[in-house]
């Protein structure tokens, strides 16, 4: 049985930096849904086509298609102790499936971390990351309708979490080993994974 989390938040709020060191730290596997499309755009596969003309307006890849990626790359991942969801679910369609997928699987989801940063941070690191990582979707108009997507259709989600006592929310307080520090103790005091 797999022990999993899900890490949840706006862009740029540090998903993928906090989920290396928690790979890392507890021995857990990593799954990223944006650097998965990210893979096909750049290998030229139909999905990454597909995916691209999403990515590149801020919009999210349909439920459908997101859906049986997650499940496809979550099955090819069976030996690990458990899985960081990173980028999933963005809208309550995504989380009832994955709540149904774990359940098929005899699997479990311990806790769903929610980073908290304010806007005018997010929007700053990720103007920041556009110069380093020259990501299409990483420019200003992009970014402002990342957000408005994630507050119509990823936002509700934490509602449902919430209702599911799993909901763990994280304010960043402007250092990235407090925020680690904290995301470690909710991992640890939940029972989701001991330290390797
Ligand atoms: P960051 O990685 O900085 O937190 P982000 O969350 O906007 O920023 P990614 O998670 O890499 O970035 O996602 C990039 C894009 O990939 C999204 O804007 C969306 O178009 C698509 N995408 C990723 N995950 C999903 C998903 N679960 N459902 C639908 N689309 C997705
Ligand atoms: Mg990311």
Known sequence: MKK????????GSGKGTYSAEIAKRYGMAHISTGDVLREEMKKGTELGKTARGYIDEGRLIPDELMIDILANVYDGMADSTGVIFDGFPRTTRQA????????????????????????ATLMERLLKRA??????????????????????QTEP?????????????LTWKGAKEQMLADI?????????????
């Open 4 to 11: 999993n989390l899900v890490i949840f938040g706006a862009p």
């Open 96 to 119: 009832e499936a994955l709540e149904r997928m774990l359940a098929e699987r005899g699997d479990v989801l311990g806790i769903v971390v929610e980073l908290h940063v304010d806007e």
């Open 131 to 152: 110069e380093i990582e020259g990501r299409a979707d990483d420019n200003e108009a992009t970014i402002r309708r990342r957000f408005e997507v994630y507050h119509a």
């Open 157 to 169: 989600v934490a509602a449902w979490f919430e209702d599911k006592g799993m909901r763990r929310v």
């Open 184 to 196: 470690y103790a909710e991992i640890e005091a939940a029972g989701v994974a001991t330290p390797l």
